[in-house]
């Protein structure tokens, strides 16, 4: 069973950054960041796939950089110059198998509880 545990969520400004962190506990062949803001359907933010590839929602395309540390398991998301449509719950997903994607919910299998991420005007 895989087990994901976010952390680095907050309350910042408007412009301000954040930087989230998702340990996985083993090797993962893709890793994203999804969201979900109240009263909206989860959407997909940053993912990335074994071989470093990544890909953004054109809503944080310039702001946002997915990162990952193979060594430690260990999936990053930087966010800068955030916005209050930001806000949001963040969640850290995985999955072990490819190749695939890695870009739909559906391919992935394993979720994080999530990590809130308020962002004030």
């Known amino acids: 069973q895989v087990q994901l545990v976010e952390s680095g969520g907050g309350t910042v400004q408007a412009g301000g950054s954040l930087r989230l962190s998702c340990g996985a506990s083993?090797?993962?062949?893709?890793m994203g960041w999804f969201r979900q803001a109240p009263g909206k359907e989860r959407e997909r933010v940053a993912t990335?796939?074994?071989?470093?590839?990544?890909r953004y929602a054109d809503s944080v395309k310039g702001r946002f950089t997915i990162s990952k540390d193979n060594a430690k398991n260990t999936l990053y998301l930087q966010m800068n110059n955030l916005k209050p449509e930001d806000t949001a719950m963040y969640y850290c997903?995985?999955?072990?198998?490819?190749?695939?994607?890695?870009?739909?919910?559906?391919?992935?299998?394993?979720w994080g509880q999530g990590t809130q991420v308020t962002v004030s005007s």
């Open positions: 997903a995985a999955d072990q198998w490819g190749p695939r994607l890695c870009l739909l919910q559906d391919e992935f299998g394993y």
């Open positions: 083993g090797y993962q062949y893709c």
């Open positions: 990335v796939a074994e071989d470093g590839s990544t």
